[in-house]
């Protein structure tokens, strides 16, 4: 089975600068999905960002971006140019799409809490 | 383009009361997940839904839960008899297959005094 691990419960970062959070995983596929999603205090979950594993070139929406190192099954998202809108916790998820069934099952991290201070 | 919808956003009920919960995916979605997220269990999925069909019910906690799609608008998320234990945020989520993306809606806090 599929483990996803954050291993950062809380980060903090000042507005404006530059922070960095892990995850990790566990498979044994190839080909699969990773996804950053994120829950403000309202409780959305919003995506953030999602990863194909076929692909080489690390994905990038705006001031977020993904260092995806496949062999090392590492997935860390780089929030640049922190705001104070991007306080939230942040979810890491693994997802092995099923060809049979087309079960796209997501497999979540614990999450990490990040506050951007002013 | 409207996203997925839940209702209602917060429920308060008392021990043993019937919960219903609604969903609405995103038109033209094929894939509808039930979520639950509790500080102890994280977010846990339910049961999922293809083409109005339940396809695994393994995460369903017991069977006082029951869910059903009646059509490809709607779902419903029951709890009948409800217990303290079950207060948590439930998500609705809906995805099409070439996306894999799977799309959250707002969520409903459920309190079971």
């Known amino acids: 089975a599929q483990t996803v691990t954050q291993s950062q419960p809380e980060m903090s970062v000042q507005e404006a600068e530059t922070v960095t959070l892990s995850c990790t995983y566990d498979?044994?596929?190839?080909?699969?999905?990773l996804f950053w999603y994120k829950q403000p205090p309202s409780r959305q979950m919003i995506l953030v960002i999602r990863?194909?594993?076929?692909?080489?070139q690390n994905a990038t929406e705006n001031r977020f971006s993904v260092n995806f190192q496949k062999a090392a099954k590492s997935f860390s998202l780089k929030i640049s140019d922190s705001q104070l809108g991007d306080t939230a916790m942040y979810f890491c998820?693994?997802?092995?799409?099923?060809?049979?069934?087309?079960?796209?099952?997501?497999?979540f991290g614990t999450g990490t809490r990040l506050l951007v201070s002013p | 383009d409207a996203g997925v919808i839940q209702s209602p956003r917060h429920e308060v009920t008392e021990m043993g009361q019937e919960v219903t919960l609604r969903c609405k995916p995103i038109?033209?979605?094929?894939?509808l997940f039930w979520y639950r997220q509790t500080m102890m269990r994280g977010l846990e999925l339910l049961i999922y839904?293809?083409?109005?069909?339940?396809?695994?019910d393994s995460g369903m906690p017991e069977d006082r839960f029951s869910a059903k799609m009646p059509n490809a608008s709607f779902s419903t998320l029951k709890i009948q008899p409800s217990e303290p234990r079950d207060s948590a945020v439930y998500f609705c989520?809906?995805?099409?297959?070439?996306?894999?993306?799977?799309?959250f809606g707002p969520g409903t806090r459920l309190l079971v005094l």
């Open positions: 038109s033209g979605h094929d894939y």
């Open positions: 990863q194909e594993a076929y692909k080489q």
């Open positions: 498979t044994s596929e190839s080909n699969y999905y």
């Open positions: 839904f293809n083409n109005n069909v339940p396809i695994d």
């Open positions: 989520a809906s995805s099409d297959r070439g996306q894999e993306t799977q799309y």
């Open positions: 998820a693994f997802m092995k799409p099923d060809l049979g069934t087309g079960f796209q099952k997501l497999v």
